[in-house]
């Protein structure tokens, strides 16, 4: 006898600029959640929580962006969180540098620069 698995998926999707915060809830329960990002094919893991036999999902979504929610394995229990991403800054860099370039390749031999950024903005085109 062949085993069949059932797969459940919703679009959710921001429709205007503003990031926003939304939590979403489904009909499904007993399913673990995955995000997959419509864009780059990425998935990942998103908190949840299964309750009256609904499944609950905070999302936060940028400006225009757009989700897949797919439940797929059998969930072993009925909340998981998602441990956040975090940003802090390391270092500052505040001092100029002195910046050598390897010769004949239109670039200066060297220059000095004040603050980081890519050389791509830069508006000397050899150094862009």
Request: glycine fraction near 4%; proline fraction near 3%; charged fraction near 25%.
């Amino acid at each position: 006898m062949k085993k069949r698995l059932l797969i459940v998926f919703q679009f959710l999707s921001n429709r205007g600029e503003n990031a926003t915060d939304a939590e979403v809830s489904s009909k499904v329960s007993g399913k673990v959640p995955e995000m997959w990002n419509p864009v780059n094919g990425k998935t990942e893991k998103v908190s949840y929580q299964i309750k009256d036999g609904r499944t609950i999902v905070p999302l936060k979504f940028e400006s225009w962006d757009a989700y897949f929610i797919v439940f797929k394995a059998i969930a072993k229990s009925n909340s998981f969180t998602q441990i956040g991403k975090s940003e802090k800054e390391i270092i500052t860099i505040k001092n100029t540098w002195s910046v050598s370039f390897q010769e004949e390749r239109s670039a200066p031999a060297n220059t000095i620069f004040t603050e980081l950024k890519s050389f791509t903005d830069n508006m000397d085109l050899g150094i862009k």
